[in-house]
């Protein structure tokens, strides 16, 4: 079966997920990580791609973005992957490729399933690493959203803005839900909906995603279709 094409929308937020190749480390040091978001903050202003969030783990990187152009989030991922995985290898030492094929991404419905986004990879150290949010070793934008410090590489999603209506009422909100915690079925359906690239939200939001493109919007079910009442 041939493989569908990535869905990528202009002015659509997108959960986007980088996985190192066979599950190796993409980040041996801090310094890399540096480098790695230096490359993405060049790449998202050449491409005029915005960055609501992001977490670096281990052996992959999960990204909250939204592309002004439809080619932007494809042009801004490839060249990342290129730049930061040839630097990686010379300061590493090593040769081969870096990622685990092509990037994985969904398209999010604004408003609530947005915020889960956030909160899905904000929390993600929590629970990948299980280690503090505010830990050195977690590198994502939870600082930045609890207002712990200001991250330049970040500008705030739309679903962002209803939690307060000043800065310290939404970092104050955001906090709440960061302790609560993403329900595990809520994280699973995120993390399998970038996998399989099918946009996540609700059927009429669908219903207007299916308006944008000609591209299938969610899995046919395997089988024949049932026969009609003779």
């Known amino acids: 079966?041939?493989?569908?094409?990535?869905?990528?929308?202009?002015?659509?937020?997108?959960?986007?997920s980088l996985y190192g190749h066979s599950a190796q480390p993409v980040f041996i040091d801090d310094d890399d990580r540096r480098q790695f978001l230096a490359a993405l903050r060049e790449a998202a202003l050449q491409q005029q791609v915005t960055v609501h969030a992001y977490v670096l783990l281990p052996d992959h990187v999960h990204l909250l973005l939204t592309p002004a152009t439809a080619g932007g989030l494809g042009a801004l991922m490839q060249g990342l992957g290129r730049r930061?995985?040839?630097g990686f290898n010379r300061r590493h030492g090593r040769q081969g490729t870096l990622w685990d094929g092509r990037y994985r991404a969904t398209v999010v419905q604004p408003g609530a399933r947005l915020l889960e986004a956030m909160l899905f990879i904000d929390q993600h150290p929590v629970r990948s690493a299980g280690m503090s949010l505010l830990a050195d070793g977690a590198w994502s934008s939870a600082r930045h959203h609890l207002g712990q410090r200001r991250d330049p590489l970040i500008t705030e999603a739309s679903a962002w803005w209803p939690l307060g209506n000043?800065?310290?009422?939404?970092?104050?909100?955001?906090?709440?839900?960061?302790?609560?915690?993403?329900?595990?079925a809520q994280a699973?359906?995120?993390?399998?909906?970038?996998?399989?690239?099918?946009?996540?939200?609700?059927?009429?939001?669908?219903?207007?995603?299916?308006?944008?493109?000609?591209?299938?919007?969610?899995?046919?079910?395997?089988?024949?279709?049932?026969?009609?009442?003779?």
Request: positive net charge; glycine residues 10%; aromatic residues 6%.
């Open 1 to 16: 079966m041939a493989r569908l094409p990535r869905l990528a929308l202009a002015g659509h937020a997108h959960l986007v």
């Open 166 to 184: 000043t800065p310290f009422e939404r970092e104050a909100a955001y906090r709440r839900l960061l302790d609560e915690g993403l329900g595990t």
């Open 84 to 86: 930061y995985g040839a």
């Open 188 to 230: 699973a359906l995120l993390a399998d909906a970038a996998r399989r690239g099918w946009p996540t939200g609700d059927a009429a939001f669908l219903h207007r995603l299916a308006g944008l493109t000609d591209r299938p919007l969610q899995a046919r079910r395997r089988g024949r279709p049932p026969k009609s009442a003779a």
